[in-house]
């Protein structure tokens, strides 16, 4: 039997110790786009929580932003009262939450990061999110994911 990835794992402790309820799944390919993480757990692309990581002059900022949402970065950074976000690069993100672009989970980082929630998340009774690595994803609600994150709720477009 082959091992579970260790940034998984490392995502079910942090999960757990938080007082996570939903399930974690391993999916045959990789999920790294919202649209293939709805096809592959049937459910719409509006559920899936998507952490997007930006760099907001050096700091990481993490949005969870609904998979049916582009972020206006603009408009976040002002409500925010963030200097202007970029794109983070891979390296960042790695550095800054220990996992890689398309598995990031909102928990289980090695610092905590900043945290936004997507108003729009609040519709879905089961919402779907990263566990740590593109082929991993959670269930849990949207209280859950504030709970487990500290996010502060933001409109995101």
């Known amino acids: 039997m082959a091992s579970e990835h260790p940034s998984i794992t490392s995502f079910r402790t942090e999960h757990a110790r938080r007082g996570g309820a939903g399930d974690v799944v391993i999916l045959p390919d990789s999920v790294h786009t919202a649209a293939l993480a709805a096809q592959a757990l049937g459910c719409e692309v509006g559920a899936i929580a998507n952490s997007l990581l930006f760099d907001a002059g050096g700091a990481p900022v993490l949005i ?19 200097p202007p976000l970029t ?21 289980a980082h090695p610092v ?44 995101v477009e």
Do not use: C, N
Not at 77 to 82: F, N
Not at 93 to 107: A, F, Y
């Open 112 to 155: 905590p990061v900043p945290t936004w929630i997507d108003s729009w998340l609040r519709r879905y009774d089961v919402v779907w999110a990263a566990a740590g690595h593109p082929a991993a994803v959670f269930s849990t609600t949207f209280t859950e994911l504030v709970s487990m994150t500290g996010a502060t709720e933001i409109d």
């Open 87 to 107: 794109r983070a690069s891979p390296d960042f993100v790695r550095t800054h939450t220990g996992q890689v672009i398309g598995g990031v989970s909102p928990i």
């Open 64 to 82: 969870l932003t609904s998979g049916a949402h582009r972020v206006d970065t603009h408009k976040v950074a002002r409500a925010m009262g963030t």
